[in-house]
């Protein structure tokens, strides 16, 4: 999937990417790199909603 057909809306998008990381990716960084997402975007419309990456759990909280 490319950073093209990634969900627009927020919460979705938080969703999507909360469960590919607990199924698919050990960090942000490998599903960034696998997706071909620009990790400073996707971490920017996250924190837009208060969410940010939390390393330990592999996840946005």
Do not use: A, G, V, W
């Not at 909360?18 to 942000?28: C, G, P, V």
């Amino acid at each position: 999937m490319s950073h093209k057909e990634l969900p627009k809306d927020p919460f979705i998008l938080l969703s999507y990417i909360n469960t590919q990381l607990r199924d698919h990716y050990n960090n942000l960084d490998d599903l960034c790199l696998s997706l071909q997402i620009n990790k400073k975007e996707l971490t920017e419309k996250l924190l837009s909603i208060d969410y940010s990456y939390e390393f330990n759990t592999n996840q946005f909280i």
